[in-house]
C-alpha cells in the first residue's frame, strides 16, 4: 500500500525555515541581494504572521483504478497532491465529495510564510484515497485536472473456488506475517472477476461472474494473502480448501545454515491477479537429518531496493543416528513490490528482477 510521505526537497526547505527561511534565496538573478530575513520570536523561532491558513492545493490522480470492479468492492485512488511554490506548509487534508456518480478529491494544507522569489519547492505527498464501496453504474473520479472513469457492475454471483497452494511459508519467526499465493485450479466459466476473501476461519479464492455459455479461453486465476504474525507454536491456516501448517519459532531457537540455491517467484503475468500481488524467495538447502523434515526459516534484511537474505535451521529434536542429506525449499515473503528493479542476495546467489507498472 501506498504510504504517504514527503519529498527530499520538502525536508531540505523545512531545513532551510529552521535555519532563516528561503529568504536567503531571494531574487537569484542577483546574488548579492538575499532579502530581508523572515521575523522571529524571543526564543529564535519562525513567525509565521497572520496569514497562516488553510488552503485548498494541487492534487492529481497517480494511477486511475482498474475498471471494471465489483458491487461491494471499496474503490482505492492513489493521488499526489502538495503546494506549489515556496512556503511553509503542513497538516495535509484529503477530502471526498460524492454528487450522485461524480466523486470529487481535493486537497488542503496549511500554508503561511511563503517568498514569491525563492527558489525552493513546496512539500507533497502520495497517498490512497478510499471512495468507499460505489453503487453498480459507470463513476467519474475527478482530482485536479485529472479525471478517471470506473464502471462497477453487480456482484450477481461469487462462487469460492478449490485453489492449490504456489507459495506459503513452513517456518517463521514471531515477528514475520503469514502469507500465501493460491492459484484455481478449476473455474465455474471463463470472463470471471477473482477476488481473495477472509471469510470465518478461513482465505478462499472466489470467482465472480463467470459465463458458462461464452467463447472465451481463461489462461487461469491466481490471488495473494498476507496477515499479522502470530505468537509462538503451531498454527493451521485454511486457504483456500487447504489446511497450510506453520510453525512460529523465536530466532535463539535456531541456527544459521548455508543455501544452496535461489530463485525469486512473483506473480504469474499469465493470469488474472487478485487480493495482493506477492513476491517470494524460494532459498534451496540441504540438512542431514535422521528421522524429522527440515525446518528453515529465512530472514532478510532491505535497504532500498536490495534483500540480504539468511536462513536458519530450526530443528529441536532429531534422532541420534549418522543422518542423510535431506533437500528443501524455503518460501520466503518479500512482499507487495513497488514498480521498479530489485536485487535479492544469499550465500553468493543473487537474483535481480523487475517489478512492472
Given at each position: 500500500m501506498l504510504r504517504p510521505r514527503h519529498t527530499l526537497a520538502f525536508h531540505l526547505f523545512g531545513l532551510a525555515l529552521a535555519l532563516g527561511g528561503c529568504w536567503s534565496d531571494h531574487g537569484r538573478s542577483d546574488p548579492t541581494d538575499a532579502g530581508s530575513p523572515p521575523p522571529v520570536d524571543d526564543a529564535g523561532t519562525l513567525d509565521a504572521g497572520p496569514g497562516c491558513a488553510p488552503r485548498a492545493t494541487d492534487i492529481r490522480i497517480v494511477e486511475c483504478p482498474s475498471s471494471p470492479v465489483l458491487a461491494g468492492d471499496a474503490v482505492e485512488v492513489p493521488v499526489d497532491h502538495g503546494v506549489a511554490g515556496c512556503c511553509d506548509a503542513h497538516s495535509p487534508r484529503v477530502d471526498v465529495s460524492h454528487d450522485d456518480e461524480t466523486h470529487t478529491i481535493t486537497a488542503e494544507w496549511t500554508v503561511c510564510s511563503c517568498c514569491a522569489e525563492c527558489d525552493c519547492v513546496g512539500p507533497r505527498e502520495t497517498e490512497r484515497v478510499s471512495l468507499g464501496a460505489l453503487e453498480p453504474g459507470t463513476h467519474t473520479i475527478r482530482a485536479g485536472a485529472s479525471t478517471c472513469t470506473v464502471e462497477v457492475l453487480e456482484a450477481a454471483t461469487c462462487e469460492p473456488t478449490a485453489t492449490e497452494i504456489r507459495q506459503a511459508p513452513t517456518v517463521l519467526f514471531d515477528d514475520q506475517p503469514m502469507g500465501a499465493?493460491?492459484?484455481?485450479?478449476?473455474?465455474?466459466?471463463?470472463?470471471?472477476?477473482?477476488?481473495?476473501?477472509?471469510v470465518p476461519d478461513a482465505v478462499e479464492l472466489a470467482l465472480c461472474n463467470c459465463c458458462e455459455e461464452c467463447l472465451c479461453i481463461d489462461a487461469g486465476y491466481?490471488?495473494?494473502?498476507?496477515?499479522?504474525?502470530?505468537?509462538?507454536?503451531?498454527?493451521?491456516?485454511?486457504?483456500?480448501?487447504?489446511?497450510?501448517?506453520?510453525?512460529?519459532?523465536?530466532?535463539?531457537?535456531?541456527?544459521?545454515?548455508?543455501?544452496?540455491?535461489?530463485?525469486?517467484?512473483?506473480?504469474?503475468?499469465?493470469?488474472?491477479?487478485?487480493?495482493?500481488?506477492?513476491?517470494?524467495?524460494?532459498?534451496?538447502?540441504?540438512?542431514?537429518?535422521?528421522?524429522?523434515?527440515?525446518?528453515?526459516?529465512?530472514?532478510?534484511?532491505?535497504?532500498?531496493?536490495?534483500?540480504?537474505?539468511?536462513?536458519?535451521?530450526?530443528?529441536?529434536?532429531?534422532?541420534?543416528?549418522?543422518?542423510?542429506?535431506?533437500?528443501?525449499?524455503?518460501?520466503?515473503?518479500?512482499?507487495?513490490?513497488?514498480?521498479?528493479?530489485?536485487t535479492v542476495r544469499i550465500d553468493g546467489f543473487e537474483e535481480t528482477f523487475t517489478v512492472p507498472e
Open positions: 499465493t493460491m492459484r484455481a485450479v478449476e473455474t465455474p466459466g471463463c470472463g470471471c472477476m477473482p477476488r481473495v476473501r477472509e491466481e490471488g495473494g494473502w498476507t496477515t499479522e504474525p502470530h505468537p509462538v507454536g503451531e498454527h493451521t491456516f485454511f486457504v483456500g480448501g487447504n489446511a497450510l501448517d506453520v510453525r512460529v519459532v523465536e530466532r535463539d531457537r535456531c541456527h544459521p545454515t548455508e543455501a544452496t540455491g535461489l530463485e525469486v517467484v512473483g506473480p504469474d503475468p499469465h493470469l488474472d491477479q487478485a487480493g495482493e500481488e506477492l513476491w517470494w524467495a524460494v532459498v534451496r538447502g540441504t540438512e542431514t537429518l535422521c528421522c524429522v523434515p527440515p525446518a528453515p526459516a529465512v530472514e532478510h534484511e532491505r535497504e532500498g531496493g536490495a534483500f540480504d537474505l539468511s536462513v536458519h535451521s530450526c530443528v529441536e529434536l532429531d534422532c541420534a543416528c549418522v543422518g542423510e542429506p535431506v533437500d528443501y525449499e524455503a518460501a520466503h515473503l518479500l512482499g507487495e513490490l513497488e514498480p521498479g528493479t530489485y
